[in-house]
């Protein structure tokens, strides 16, 4: 019941959007860009909001994924796709990154604390994967709030790692080697090819909501949700489904085998507080 509350009032908060669009015009954008370099020096203005993930064998959570929040002063609750495309377009993403790591492995300790922690989930921008410093950073914060690295996952995307593969190749070893698990995320949205997928340091491959959500009516989309399980098992990855919206989905993909399900039918991303009950209730979502 508590979660049907707060998603309800995700979805209220959702429903301001910051206007016009940003991408319309540049004086937006700097405005955009301004705003948020002033949320970078205020406290609680940007916040993160946990999404649990669900493993399909029992319905135990086996981990979560933060995702980033901005209560602006005057515009409301701005959603991460309106201000993180902006922010990827300057350096300004890797203070962004920074802090939203410190967020999530500040609460992160909150949960070791507890007894309850489960592995939780950072996005990585494409920009991050191009800094040769992000894995001494990572490494530094994981030491500062003294959580273990197999508690931190990092989701990076398809498109992302093919860009420059090379130099991405380099980061994502180093993170790999501290003990952080790496995750492949809207798989299905890139081009990657199957020799490359397994040169890759990752443990998770997280099928994008776009065929998940197609997958209990549209054949191709079963299809491409199907091969994706496999090509995932195939290569020793844990699957993920995100998108998971209704029951019928979590049908279909206990039948296909996929391990994990994230998504509106077990819980919409919620607050640290919420997100602790669920968790001290673990398993009984
Ligand atoms: P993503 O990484 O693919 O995150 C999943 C998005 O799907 C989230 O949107 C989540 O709220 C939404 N979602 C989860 N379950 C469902 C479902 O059942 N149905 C539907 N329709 N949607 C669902 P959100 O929070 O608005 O984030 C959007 C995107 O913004 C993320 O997509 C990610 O690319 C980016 N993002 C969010 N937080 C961060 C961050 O801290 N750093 C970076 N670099 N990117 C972030
Ligand atoms: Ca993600
Ligand atoms: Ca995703
Ligand atoms: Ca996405």
Not at 128 to 153: I, M, S
Not at 165 to 185: E, K, N, P, T, Y
Not at 224 to 232: P, Q, S, Y
């Amino acid at each position: 019941a508590d979660i049907a509350m707060y998603a309800a009032k995700e979805l209220k908060a959702g429903a301001v959007v910051f206007q016009p669009e940003v991408h319309a015009t540049t004086p937006v954008r700097l405005s955009v860009l301004g705003d948020l370099r002033r949320a970078l020096d205020n406290d609680g203005e940007l916040f993160l909001h946990y999404q649990p993930k669900v493993a399909l064998d029992g319905e135990r959570i086996e981990g979560m994924e933060a995702l980033l929040r901005w209560q602006h002063p005057t515009q409301g609750l701005i959603p991460p796709g309106e201000f993180i495309p902006v922010a990827e377009g300057t350096g300004i993403i890797l203070r962004l990154t920074e802090r939203v790591l410190d967020l999530a492995l500040a609460q992160q300790r909150c949960w070791v604390d507890a007894g309850t922690a489960v592995p939780v989930a950072v996005n990585l921008s494409t920009r991050c994967l191009l800094d040769a410093g992000l894995p001494d950073r990572v490494q530094r914060l994981l030491a500062e709030h003294g959580v273990p690295a197999a508690l931190l996952r990092l989701e990076v995307t398809e498109s992302a790692v093919m860009g420059d593969a090379a130099r991405c190749m380099d980061v994502l070893q180093r993170l790999h080697d501290l003990g952080v698990h790496l995750s492949i995320d809207d798989f299905g949205t890139g081009y990657s090819s199957m020799a490359y997928l397994r040169r890759l340091p990752v443990d998770e491959l997280k099928i994008d909501r776009s065929f998940v959500l197609g997958m209990t009516t549209t054949s191709q989309d079963l299809v491409l949700v199907r091969t994706a399980i496999d090509l995932g098992h195939n290569l020793g990855l844990t699957v993920v489904a995100e998108g998971v919206e209704g029951g019928e989905h979590v049908v279909a993909l206990r039948a296909l085998g996929c391990d994990v399900a994230q998504g509106y039918h077990y819980g919409r991303p919620m607050a640290a507080g919420p997100m602790s009950e669920v968790l001290s209730r673990m398993g009984t979502i």
